[in-house]
């Protein structure tokens, strides 16, 4: 089992920036790939980042040249840097984390963070 607090949402104008954290606890040494999804109303869930074990990278078209992802030194916590944050970009952020032990693949995902980018 994994569980995942992320913190770092909020409120900011446009242009603006924010960095979301999600840190993973319990069986973290079989924790695999990372990121991010966000989910505006109305809309499907879509991949915004993600991190591999061996840290490459892969970001949603939307986002390249203004995110950055990234692990932490131990490995279990993802950080997602925000910069010249649209109004577009405004949704509900949820972490994520693939766990493998042996064939089992499994995702766990975090209670989702809030981020509103006004105009």
């Known amino acids: 089992q994994v569980q995942l607090v992320e913190s770092g949402g909020g409120s900011v104008q446009a242009g603006g920036s924010l960095t979301l954290s999600c840190a993973a606890s319990?069986?973290?040494?079989?924790?695999?790939?990372m990121g991010w999804y966000r989910q505006a109303p109305g809309k499907q869930r879509e991949l915004v980042a993600s991190?591999?074990?061996?840290?490459?990278?892969n970001y949603a078209d939307s986002v390249k040249g203004r995110f950055t992802i990234s692990r932490g030194d131990a490995k279990n916590t993802v950080n997602l840097q925000m910069n010249s944050l649209k109004p577009e970009d405004t949704a509900v952020y949820y972490c994520?984390?693939?766990?493998?032990?042996?064939?089992?693949?499994?995702?766990?995902w975090g209670q989702g963070t809030q981020v509103t980018v006004s105009s």
């Open positions: 994520y984390t693939v766990q493998q032990v042996v064939i089992t693949v499994k995702t766990y």
């Open positions: 319990g069986r973290t040494p079989s924790i695999r790939d």
């Open positions: 991190i591999t074990s061996t840290d490459s990278t």
